[in-house]
């Protein structure tokens, strides 16, 4: 079974902050996705990875960056941390191709204060 | 960039009664997939659609994707409590590296 950990399930910050998201995937998954979650907004894609090294930006990459240095880890980045970034945090990955299913972490609630 | 209408946005059903969901698109799908998230929980992978007019079933779900392969729905006949959640579609982007658009999902609540 896929299991994809994120490295926090609350986290608060203060605004100005540099805070760092962790998500680990164990099926040695091409892909990689961070996406937040809002009331009445669904999923929206922040930024996506399709290998080591490799990074495309999603709808909403104002404010957030990403690393993905080993292909089980992907970073996401807020440079510094302001009170419209608190929100639900998912991570996802999937096989590198079209057509697969995404299999997600629990997601981080961060609340920016 | 691609644009999907999920409607409705929330549906509130008793227990025993039927509910649908339609995803809609102003242009053709590749594909599209369906992920239930249920409270306090994260999207979980139902199914895939791929054909135009395909038709596919799990147990009380039945998922249909358009002849034109412009919309798609969610069919649960007699809903259960364990039915609560939050229903997306997740039209495929239409390139080789596997990123989905998210519609805006169908909040279901289930009255006993």
């Known amino acids: 079974d896929v299991k994809v950990t994120q490295s926090s399930r609350y986290l608060v910050k203060r605004t100005g902050e540099k805070v760092f998201l962790e998500c680990v995937q164990d099926?040695?998954?091409?892909?990689m996705f961070w996406y937040r979650q809002d009331p009445g907004l669904g999923l929206r894609l922040i930024y996506f990875?399709?290998?080591?090294?490799?990074?495309e930006k999603g709808d909403i990459p104002e404010g957030y960056s990403v690393s993905r240095e080993k292909k089980e880890r992907f970073s996401l980045i807020l440079e510094s941390a302001s009170t419209n970034q608190t929100s639900m945090y998912l991570c996802?990955?999937?096989?590198?191709?079209?057509?697969?299913?995404?299999?997600f972490g629990d997601g981080t609630r961060l609340s920016i204060l | 960039g691609q644009q999907v209408m999920q409607i409705p946005q929330y549906q509130h059903v008793q227990e025993g009664e039927d509910f649908t969901t339609y995803c809609n698109s102003s242009?053709?799908?590749?594909?599209i997939q369906w992920y239930k998230q249920r409270p306090g929980g994260h999207p979980v992978f139902l199914i895939q659609?791929?054909?135009?007019?395909e038709v596919k079933k799990q147990k009380r779900l039945t998922f249909q994707f358009g002849e034109a392969k412009k919309n798609s729905s969610l069919h649960i006949t007699a809903t259960q409590t364990t039915d609560v959640g939050t229903y997306f579609c997740?039209?495929?982007?239409?390139?080789?590296?596997?990123?989905?658009?998210f519609g805006r999902g169908t909040q279901l609540t289930v009255w006993p």
């Open positions: 997740a039209p495929d982007r239409g390139s080789t590296l596997g990123r989905l658009y």
């Open positions: 996802a990955s999937s096989l590198g191709s079209s057509n697969q299913p995404q299999h």
């Open positions: 242009t053709t799908l590749s594909n």
């Open positions: 990875s399709y290998d080591v090294k490799m990074k």
């Open positions: 099926m040695d998954h091409e892909n």
């Open positions: 659609l791929v054909k135009s007019g």
